[in-house]
């Protein structure tokens, strides 16, 4: 039986092929599903990379469509007796046509999926010192920019400073807003930073936010007269210009924060929000309950009751905008999930991961190989790199 997400892999090629092109976030469902299925994967990146395709005919310079409409008509212009002679006829040549039809389009799905997917990455360099089978160079500035009704801009390729749209810039690798003027339309901009990414960014209103990898932030450029809300998926930090008519709002998950002037780290990575607040005060909404808490404190959802207890350590809150992997009091899943968004890398754990917690740090500009050798002298976890996997043994 055919599984459902072979279904929509199917689907999405065929929208692409109908329309030339995806979403983004059909384009991210489109690569989950790749990663669901490596073997396929594998064997297209294998056979596309040692295969050379001998066609007829020029397949960029061919006009599909047209094409498939001659052979119709030609077909259809066979008038042939008796009558059963001419549908047995009809059938064999029209499973013909379905068959070029269908390789054509089989030829497309392959030299897309090449072009936007199997190629080989430029992240993965050879290892010469710490004896992995290849390294992993770090993540770096990149999103994609979704405004609503309008085309999507790709800040994942674009390193010089630019004007983007009315009212945006890009300068120094990081989005810069103004305020729209009176009159013109402000729809909803999401920002999406997918793994091996981050990206910095400046409101309309001043506040500066930091957005992690595999992360999504929604805002409005003009905010309401009453209040700033965005939204948050994944993990973002605030530094929030104070606005005492205007109340500044984060929904993440199961928690809605407040603040006026403040900065603070929202991790909502996993369905139970976690908010770090490292200056100001903010009043935090979850489960039915309010509270507030200071500068040094934090708050999550932990048993279906929202809590605030002390920071250990501000840096936890700071340090991966700040450059660096923080990993004091992280167990082995939580180090490697960094990893895993940070690097662009699978996890493969062949062992059951044990509960410790562990202590140290590194800058995030170092490869992977670096984290990894690291990590074994921390851990005692031998860490193997292959292509895009990290595997994790005794």
């Not at 005919?57 to 061919?62: E, I, M, V």
């Amino acid at each position: 039986m055919i599984e459902t997400d072979q279904i929509v892999l199917a689907e999405l090629a065929s929208l692409l092929l109908k329309d030339g092109h995806l979403s983004t976030l059909q384009e991210e469902e489109l690569k989950r599903l790749l990663e669901k299925y490596p073997t396929a994967k594998d064997s297209l990146r294998h056979r596309l990379a040692n295969t050379d395709i001998h066609l007829p005919f020029d397949l960029r310079a061919t006009d599909t469509e047209l094409e498939w409409q001659l052979l119709i008509a030609k077909y259809n212009e066979r008038q042939i007796s008796p009558k059963h002679l001419r549908n047995t006829m009809w059938n064999r040549k029209w499973k013909t046509v379905t068959g070029i039809a269908a390789s054509i389009i089989i030829l497309f799905i392959f030299s897309w999926l090449w072009k936007s997917y199997l190629k080989p990455v430029d992240y993965l360099i050879p290892d010469k010192v710490y004896g992995q089978k290849n390294d992993v160079l770090p993540g770096r500035n990149g999103a994609i920019l979704k405004i609503k009704g309008r085309d999507e801009i790709n800040l994942m390729s674009t390193q010089m400073d630019t004007s983007l749209s009315q009212g945006i810039e890009l300068k120094g690798g990081k989005l810069l807003y103004a305020l729209f003027q009176d009159g013109d339309s402000n729809p909803e901009h999401t920002l999406i930073v997918p793994k091996r990414s981050t990206l910095a960014l400046t409101l309309s209103d001043g506040t500066r936010v930091w957005v992690n990898s595999e992360s999504e932030l929604s805002y409005h450029v003009n905010f309401a007269k009453n209040e700033r809300r965005v939204k948050l998926k994944g993990e973002a930090f605030f530094e929030v210009a104070k606005d005492t008519e205007r109340p500044f709002i984060v929904d993440a998950n199961d928690l809605i924060v407040q603040a006026i002037g403040t900065a603070f780290d929202i991790n909502s990575y996993t369905p139970n929000a976690k908010v770090l607040l490292t200056e100001g005060r903010l009043k935090i909404n979850g489960q039915e309950k309010e509270i507030f808490i200071n500068a040094g404190n934090a708050a999550k959802i932990t048993n279906n009751q929202l809590l605030s207890y002390p920071l250990e350590d501000i840096e936890e809150a700071t340090s991966w905008k700040d450059g660096y992997f923080y990993f004091k009091n992280k167990n082995m899943q939580q180090i490697l999930d960094e990893l895993s968004r940070w690097y662009g890398v699978d996890i493969d754990c062949k062992v059951t991961l044990n509960k410790l917690r562990y202590e140290g740090s590194i800058k995030r500009d170092a490869t992977l190989a670096e984290v990894c050798s690291l990590l074994k002298d921390l851990t005692g976890y031998q860490l193997t790199i292959d292509q895009e996997k990290l595997t994790v043994n005794k």
